[in-house]
């Protein structure tokens, strides 16, 4: 589904900031990999570049067998099949809920309003906010949002999902129904890759753990062996000081 | 921030009193000075004459233009319909009962006054104000589609739109406006009309080279107003929209501008406000808005105190209501 072969990816913010060194992974259909690394290791570089908000500089990024980076590759039709969620939310705080998940239903997938409304209250009942489909996002609290958030992604059928650090702005009381919605969603079989600090999300739901630390992925695995015997050194420290 | 209603004020002390009465004489002050100045050159105040600038009664007279006979006067309404026989045949005139000055059977000669009626019309002032308020008008509409589209073409990643907005808004920005219009009227003008000439095509009126040169003007001010709230829009909100798949375009009309006109309107206003104070310029190329109007109402009347302080008072006028449409936006915008 997602194939990542020999990505770099630098930043000129005045001094050179190497991103991703030399990445490659592969994603298979219905897995969910959970990205995990210190800040500033590349995770979030990483997965924007899989819908290309960031440009890779070098590599190949296939989904579903489209070339990402190629610059003929429709790059629209490629985002409407990759939902993305983010950390900050990103509502439009001009659109009601509903509206939030009609609009690129409705400007992308051409659907009628009818029907856009239709998926809309659905995904609002599968994440729990049916009830709050008139609201405007500044009265929902940060749980609500993000939920509003993924259904808005949702809406757009993708094949992939993307999350990066979906948790990391919110209330710790607010956490557990985000990764609820999130954990249904990995058993209805999608394919997720999810940038991440929960690690018992990653230890529950993840197929894979991929460690990124300086752009480079160090190390990968099933969660159970990730957690309890995890080879490399910088793994090693990075899960005692954040399983502390 | 507006106290709701009934809430107790803080009492005023005796300083904010004093204040208050120390602008009032500040004010007066130089109102007497100046009063007191002009009566000392001998100027004599005529607000009297005055209105008739603003509007004033037109009379209208009809005369005979040849030997005749009135043949007939039929009422219709309040209104008459005098009908003249001469040697050619039948006329009518059409004019208010209380304008006819002729009866059933009268022998007129030509020169002979048959009716005469007043109107009301808009003097000079009247005509100016309309004309100030109409080009300040169609040069912001155009202003603003200007600036719109400079205004996105000035972030965008393409160098061509890139460099010729920036061109453009540092061109407008750097030069006077004076100087704009000359340019406007002069140079383009000249050349548009000679060319227009040599087609046969009926030339351009000096009102819309006046209108082009503050629409361009304005446009330059407005693309900066649009840059600035477009960029205030935070960056996860273009990605969001991007990240579902839709074009730049799409997420530029349902996503970025909706949100970026709420913060634009404001300082909108403000520019269109600037604008009509900035309008009083196209008196030098034969554009009669209301300074020029005025400046051609002192010469026939001599009363150029009252005159230009009027002026000046209309100005404040339509600026002032405009400002307070602003005010009013802005609380709206806020909530």
Do not use: Q, W, Y
């Given at each position: 589904m997602i194939d990542v072969r020999n990505v770099f990816k630098t930043f000129w913010l005045p001094h050179e900031l190497k991103a991703l060194v030399?990445?490659?992974?592969?994603?298979?259909?219905?897995?969910?990999?959970?990205?995990?690394?210190?800040?500033?290791?590349?995770?979030?570089?990483?997965?924007?570049?899989?819908?290309?908000?960031?440009?890779?500089?070098?590599?190949?990024?296939?989904?579903?067998?489209?070339?990402?980076?190629?610059?003929?590759?429709?790059?629209?039709?490629?985002?409407?099949?990759?939902?993305?969620v983010f950390q900050s939310f990103n509502l439009f705080p001009h659109k009601n809920v509903l509206d939030n998940i009609t609009l690129a239903q409705k400007v992308v997938r051409k659907r009628s309003r009818a029907e856009a409304r239709e998926r809309a209250q659905a995904l609002l009942r599968k994440v729990g906010i049916q009830e709050k489909s008139a609201a405007y996002p500044d009265q929902l609290s940060g749980g609500q949002q993000q939920r509003v958030a993924i259904a808005r992604a949702l809406a757009m059928d993708p094949k992939v999902m993307l999350f990066d650090e979906p948790t990391s702005a919110l209330d710790p009381e607010m956490i557990g129904e985000v990764l609820e919605v999130m954990k249904n969603l990995a058993r209805e079989g999608m394919t997720m890759v999810v940038v991440t600090h929960e690690m018992g999300f990653a230890r529950e739901v993840a197929d894979r753990v991929v460690f990124m630390d300086a752009g480079s992925i160090v190390e990968a695995g099933p969660p159970e062996h990730f957690f309890s015997h995890p080879t490399h050194g910088r793994t090693k420290l990075f899960l005692s000081q954040i399983l502390k | 921030m507006r106290l709701p209603r009934g809430t107790p004020r803080k009492k005023r002390g005796r300083s904010y009193y004093i204040s208050a009465l120390a602008f009032i004489v500040l004010v007066s002050g130089l109102a007497a000075a100046l009063y007191i100045a002009t009566v000392r050159v001998d100027y004599v105040w005529g607000w009297n004459r005055i209105p008739q600038y603003f509007f004033y009664r037109e009379k209208i007279e009809f005369r005979a233009e040849t030997e005749g006979k009135i043949e007939r006067i039929t009422a219709e309404g309040d209104r008459r319909r005098v009908v003249v026989k001469d040697a050619d045949g039948e006329h009518a005139i059409d004019v208010p009962a209380e304008g006819v000055r002729v009866a059933q059977g009268d022998i007129v000669s030509p020169g002979d006054l048959l009716a005469v009626h007043e109107r009301w019309q808009a003097g000079l002032l009247m005509q100016g104000l309309w004309l100030t308020i109409k080009v300040s008008l169609i040069a912001t509409l155009f202003g603003v589609l200007i600036g719109l589209f400079a205004g996105i073409a000035r972030i965008s990643t393409n160098p061509f739109f890139r460099w010729a907005a920036l061109t453009y808004v540092e061109i407008i920005r750097g030069s006077p406006l004076l100087v704009q219009i000359f340019i406007w009227y002069f140079v383009l003008g000249t050349l548009i009309n000679s060319i227009l000439a040599q087609y046969g095509i009926a030339q351009i009126p000096p009102l819309w080279y006046g209108v082009a040169s503050m629409a361009t003007f304005a446009g330059a001010y407005v693309a900066e107003i649009v840059r600035a709230g477009i960029q205030s829009i935070h960056r996860g909100q273009n990605e969001a929209a991007r990240s579902l798949g839709m074009s730049y375009a799409q997420a530029m009309v349902h996503v970025i501008l909706p949100q970026a006109i709420r913060r634009i309107l404001p300082p909108l206003a403000g520019e269109f406000i600037s604008l009509i104070k900035d309008s009083s310029l196209l008196g030098i190329i034969a554009i009669r808005e209301l300074t020029k109007a005025t400046r051609e109402v002192v010469t026939t009347s001599l009363q150029a105190f009252e005159l230009w302080f009027i002026c000046a008072l209309l100005y404040l006028m339509l600026t002032f209501t405009l400002s307070l449409g602003v005010k009013y936006l802005e609380r709206r915008m806020v909530t």
């Open positions: 030399d990445v490659s992974v592969s994603i298979a259909p219905g897995e969910v990999v959970v990205v995990i690394g210190p800040s500033g290791s590349g995770k979030s570089t990483l997965l924007r570049c899989l819908n290309r908000l960031e440009t890779a500089d070098s590599g190949h990024i296939f989904i579903d067998g489209i070339d990402v980076l190629d610059p003929r590759t429709n790059i629209n039709k490629v985002r409407a099949e990759v939902g993305m | -």
